[in-house]
């Protein structure tokens, strides 16, 4: 169900970029930009997307990079980069939260510390609507949102955002020790 929504919202985002690219816009983002993962500090991330980030951490991670991420896991701040960042790269990208697959940025690459939200939103693509609430819809069973009626009116309403957390404030040395435990 996680994959499935995820599969939907880069639907969704392969169709804006394209369509933005259409009208001339190129992608500033890129293999190897990481400059969003060290400056957002407010990354919304939801249950479900927290137990695919832990299973993939886990069960997916080895080698060398397992141990790296261990260790930010384990040193994780509120003001530290996004701990999943290793090297530039974001070692769990098949299963980034929807926030950082739907956050793209057209035209210049990132200055150091700069927020393109703030600073260009207009060069930020905004999600689709559509994708994003077929996501939700697809996902709404794992909270207990079982019957189509029900999950048709926590997308309309949007109490499936209640759920949500930052991910800088998720307890990642639990996920260190659990990674320890399953070596």
């Known amino acids: 169900m996680l994959l499935e929504g995820y599969y939907i919202v880069d639907k969704g985002i392969a169709a804006a970029i394209e369509k933005e690219q259409k009208n001339g816009r190129k992608p500033a983002c890129g293999r190897g930009c990481s400059s969003c993962c060290k400056t957002h500090k407010d990354i919304p ?7 695919g980030i832990s299973w993939y951490a886990a069960e997916k991670i080895s080698g060398p990079q397992r141990e790296v991420l261990r260790e930010n896991l384990r040193q994780s701040g509120k003001d530290d980069p996004c701990p999943f960042l ?3 790269a974001c070692s769990i990208h098949p299963v980034r939260p ?6 793209n940025v057209f035209g210049n690459p990132c200055e150091e510390g700069e927020d393109p939200y703030y600073t260009r939103r207009g060069d930020v693509l905004s999600p689709v609507k559509k994708h994003v609430d077929q996501a939700f819809f697809i996902m709404l069973p794992f909270y207990g949102v079982e019957k189509e009626s029900e999950r048709v009116r926590v997308i309309e309403t949007g109490a499936f955002h209640r759920m949500v957390r930052e991910l800088h404030s998720c307890n990642w040395k639990s996920l260190a020790e659990k990674m320890r435990d399953s070596d």
Do not use: G
Request: glycine share 0%.
């Open 45 to 51: 991330v939801y249950p479900l997307e927290l137990t």
């Open 86 to 88: 290793i090297e530039k």
């Open 98 to 103: 929807m926030a950082c697959r739907q956050f």
